[in-house]
């Protein structure tokens, strides 16, 4: 037997659900020929990631390995899967493969990012297959929430691998390829080593529920509505916006877009060819003249975020259009979690205009685009890998995939974030561990989650700030008094005495009584001069803040 191994190590979306990023390699130790598939982000919090713009994973591993890389290929044009291509594609070089929808919303990406666009080529599916070093990649159709998503089928010289990417059974989409239960039995029948699978919905026990099956209640809900009605979904759902635009046609109302994804996501289903009869839409503009009881917006923002086109509805006003009383906003999505603060407080300024709401609590108004428990085994039996990987989920996902594939008699592997694989025998074993992080971008350069750069921002947020000043002539004498400036932190302190003098007089009495030792030495008088800071403002308002200390000292 030869010294060749196949390596799976996932970076990002095994332990999470987001940022997808997964390496496979096949080759000797240490000299392995790899692809990548997927290049995700996920996306920042107030809380924990405080002014940044967004999550990427971490690659540095792959990134001193790019000479080895042999192609990228991208299963889905989700956000967590493609929406960091254009920020890595220049550290990674490689070429990147992705079927028509995908690699028009790539190409988007990389020219958002200054990168060239001719970098993404456009395949085909299934039975095609793109050679990539030792590997054969084939993209095979599988239903999810967006057009002309695939499982990947990759050969390698010692078996095939199957990554299923995100996907659901559907055999009824609306929008994009019906679930082939046969061609993917075709797909397992040479014998399947591994199947690498989607976790999201694998605590929900019933069967997952056709795309079809929201019409109907949509449009109910639309007829039988009096004012305006405004729908919000997430814009790569082109089916259930699709859906919605047909059942304001139906109930007899014009249709407007809003936001730009919504717009970009619709126009390129319609640029390659997955959606050929979209209903006629009108602009903004014309939406303002015709009467409420005849309009129907669908718009972004279906996760709270504050500068889409529903957030702003909330606040009042959104391209001249407003919302009034007796309104409906429909939210045909679900809640991502975490997300949930930002989706409440817009239901509730809708509230208080007088706005009704409609959520997707009643199950009639969106279905999930990820399998369900009953549908992963279905998967699994039709592929009847002899390991069952799970990825796409957070620990408890993944460790719960595990145990449904040991129920249907198959091996499971719980691999997670930098956990590399070696699937080369009967029985997988970890071969390394690879230290993987975060990478955010910060504005528009990229830092290291453990670079300090956002806990130092945190504490700021967290205890405010004081900047102190000292100024020493050449004897190492104070020149009139320190000063202070303070910055989120109440001007007051205990017993109303502005909180700036306390400071200002502590700070001199301790130059005062500072021996010779501290007073010519800065870093001595720094740290002295940051505790008395700290220490009073914590006697004064209960708070010890970050503390800036500028010494001058006149040469």
Not at 61 to 68: D, F, H, I, V
Not at 100 to 111: N, P, Q
Not at 148 to 173: A, C, M, N, Q, Y
Not at 338 to 358: H, K, L, P, T, Y
């Amino acid at each position: 037997m030869s010294g060749e191994r196949i390596i799976y190590l996932p970076l990002g979306g095994a332990g999470e659900i987001g940022m997808n990023a997964y390496v496979y390699g096949y080759g000797k130790p240490g000299k392995e020929r790899l692809i990548l598939v997927d290049l995700g982000v996920t996306f920042p919090d107030m809380d924990s990631t405080p002014g940044v713009d967004l999550i990427l994973p971490d690659i540095t591993w792959l990134k001193e390995r790019r000479n080895q890389l042999e192609a990228i290929f991208i299963t889905h044009a989700h956000e967590d899967h493609v929406g960091a291509v254009g920020h890595f594609w220049e550290e990674l070089g490689a070429p990147i493969y992705a079927r028509a929808f995908t690699a028009h919303i790539a190409r988007l990406k990389m020219e958002d990012a200054g990168q060239s666009p001719e970098t993404v080529r456009t395949v085909s599916p299934w039975p095609e297959t793109i050679e990539a070093g030792p590997f054969k990649v084939g993209f095979v159709p599988i239903s999810h929430s967006i057009p002309e998503s695939s499982g990947l089928v990759i050969d390698t010289p010692k078996g095939r691998l199957v990554h299923s990417g995100d996907f659901k059974i559907d055999e009824t989409p609306v929008v994009g390829e019906p679930f082939d239960r046969a061609l993917w039995e075709e797909v397992g029948k040479p014998g399947v080593k591994a199947l690498v699978c989607d976790s999201t919905n694998v605590f929900s026990l019933h069967e997952g529920r056709s795309e079809a099956t929201v019409g109907p209640e949509i449009e109910t809900l639309v007829r039988e509505a009096t004012g305006m009605v405004v729908a919000t979904t997430f814009a790569s759902n082109v089916a259930r916006v699709k859906t919605l635009a047909e059942a304001a046609v139906r109930a007899g109302r014009s249709v407007c877009l809003l936001g730009r994804a919504m717009r970009r996501m619709i126009e390129a289903s319609i640029t390659t060819g997955v959606l050929s009869d979209f209903p006629s839409v009108i602009s903004p503009e014309e939406a303002t003249q015709i009467p409420r009881e005849n309009l129907m917006l669908i718009v972004t923002g279906s996760q709270g975020e504050r500068r889409a086109a529903s957030a702003q509805l909330a606040r009042g006003k959104y391209q001249g259009l407003t919302m009034a009383e007796g309104d409906l906003f429909l939210f045909s999505s679900k809640t991502i979690p975490g997300n949930e603060r930002g989706v409440i407080s817009i239901m509730n300024a809708f509230s208080e205009q007088g706005v009704d709401v409609v959520d997707d609590s009643s199950g009639k108004y969106h279905v999930s685009g990820h399998a369900n428990r009953p549908d992963l085994e279905t998967i699994h039996g039709l592929v009847n890998p002899q390991l069952v990987i799970p990825m796409h989920g957070e620990h408890r996902h993944l460790r719960e995939h595990v145990k449904v594939a040991g129920a249907g008699g198959r091996k499971g592997v719980l691999a997670v974030n930098g956990m590399m694989m070696d699937l080369s025998g009967n029985e997988p074993t970890v071969a390394e561990y690879v230290e993987t992080g975060r990478t955010y971008l910060d504005g528009s350069v990229k830092i290291g989650a453990m670079d300090g750069i956002v806990r130092d921002r945190i504490r700021m947020a967290l205890n405010g700030h004081v900047i102190v000043t000292v100024i020493l002539d050449e004897q190492d004498d104070m020149l009139g008094e320190p000063w202070c400036e303070i910055m989120g932190l109440p001007e007051m302190g205990r017993n109303n005495a502005p909180l700036v003098d306390a400071l200002e007089e502590d700070l001199s009495q301790f130059i005062g009584r500072a021996g010779e030792k501290t007073i010519t030495d800065d870093d001595k008088l720094e740290e002295g001069l940051r505790r008395i800071a700290r220490q009073t403002t914590q006697n004064e308002i209960g708070k010890k803040p970050e503390v800036t200390v500028v010494i001058s000292r006149l040469a």
